[in-house]
Protein backbone atom coordinates (compact mmCIF):
# COMPACT_ATOMS: atom_id res chain seq x y z
CA UNK A 1 0.00 0.00 0.00
CA UNK A 2 1.80 3.18 -0.85
CA UNK A 3 1.64 6.19 1.32
CA UNK A 4 0.59 9.49 0.11
CA UNK A 5 3.87 11.68 -0.21
CA UNK A 6 4.16 15.21 0.96
CA UNK A 7 4.41 17.93 -1.97
CA UNK A 8 7.87 19.30 -1.67
CA UNK A 9 7.57 23.22 -1.34
CA UNK A 10 9.10 25.10 -3.83
CA UNK A 11 11.97 26.96 -3.16
CA UNK A 12 12.62 30.21 -4.51
CA UNK A 13 14.83 32.94 -3.75
CA UNK A 14 13.73 36.21 -3.07
CA UNK A 15 15.13 39.76 -3.93
CA UNK A 16 16.99 41.18 -0.82
CA UNK A 17 14.61 42.63 2.11
CA UNK A 18 11.73 40.61 0.60
CA UNK A 19 10.53 37.56 2.64
CA UNK A 20 9.14 34.15 0.75
CA UNK A 21 5.70 32.79 1.65
CA UNK A 22 4.29 29.82 -0.72
CA UNK A 23 6.44 30.41 -3.97
CA UNK A 24 6.17 33.84 -4.13
CA UNK A 25 8.31 37.18 -2.75
CA UNK A 26 7.14 39.98 -0.42
CA UNK A 27 8.17 43.15 0.38
CA UNK A 28 7.51 46.28 2.08
CA UNK A 29 8.49 49.76 0.69
CA UNK A 30 9.85 52.31 3.30
CA UNK A 31 8.72 55.46 0.90
CA UNK A 32 5.22 56.61 1.02
CA UNK A 33 3.68 56.02 -1.85
CA UNK A 34 0.32 56.78 -3.66
CA UNK A 35 -1.45 53.35 -4.43
CA UNK A 36 -1.11 54.15 -8.50
CA UNK A 37 2.83 55.04 -7.54
CA UNK A 38 3.11 51.79 -4.99
CA UNK A 39 1.38 49.77 -7.79
CA UNK A 40 3.73 50.69 -10.76
CA UNK A 41 7.12 50.11 -8.63
CA UNK A 42 5.54 46.68 -7.51
CA UNK A 43 5.50 45.77 -11.36
CA UNK A 44 8.59 47.17 -12.17
CA UNK A 45 10.20 43.82 -10.13
CA UNK A 46 9.88 40.35 -11.72
CA UNK A 47 6.21 39.05 -11.62
CA UNK A 48 5.29 41.72 -9.35
CA UNK A 49 2.19 43.20 -8.03
CA UNK A 50 0.70 44.65 -5.36
CA UNK A 51 -0.77 41.52 -2.49
CA UNK A 52 -3.80 40.66 -3.03
CA UNK A 53 -4.81 38.21 0.45
CA UNK A 54 -6.36 35.15 -0.96
CA UNK A 55 -6.34 32.76 2.36
CA UNK A 56 -6.05 33.51 5.90
CA UNK A 57 -2.74 31.93 5.96
CA UNK A 58 -1.57 34.46 3.68
CA UNK A 59 -3.31 36.97 5.39
CA UNK A 60 -1.30 35.89 8.78
CA UNK A 61 1.94 36.05 6.59
CA UNK A 62 1.56 39.37 5.39
CA UNK A 63 0.11 40.86 8.92
CA UNK A 64 3.21 39.48 10.55
CA UNK A 65 5.74 41.03 7.80
CA UNK A 66 3.91 44.39 8.93
CA UNK A 67 4.06 43.56 12.66
CA UNK A 68 7.66 42.92 12.32
CA UNK A 69 8.86 45.49 10.48
CA UNK A 70 11.43 48.02 12.15
CA UNK A 71 9.04 51.18 10.90
CA UNK A 72 5.73 52.24 11.55
CA UNK A 73 3.43 52.23 8.89
CA UNK A 74 0.76 54.52 8.66
CA UNK A 75 -1.15 52.90 5.19
CA UNK A 76 -0.03 49.45 3.40
CA UNK A 77 -1.78 49.01 -0.07
CA UNK A 78 -3.04 46.06 -1.14
CA UNK A 79 -4.04 44.84 -4.79
CA UNK A 80 -8.13 46.24 -3.80
CA UNK A 81 -8.74 49.74 -4.53
CA UNK A 82 -11.65 51.89 -5.62
CA UNK A 83 -10.93 54.92 -7.81
CA UNK A 84 -13.48 56.66 -6.57
CA UNK A 85 -11.46 57.56 -3.34
Known sequence: EDSP???PTPRIRC????KAYASHC???F????????ADM??????????V???????????ASL?????????NIWMGLHDPTE
Open 41 to 50: ACQKRPSGHL
Open 15 to 18: PKGS
Open 26 to 28: YAL
Open 66 to 74: VQNSANTYS
Open 52 to 62: SVLSGAEASFV
Open 30 to 37: MTPKSWMN
Open 5 to 7: KEV
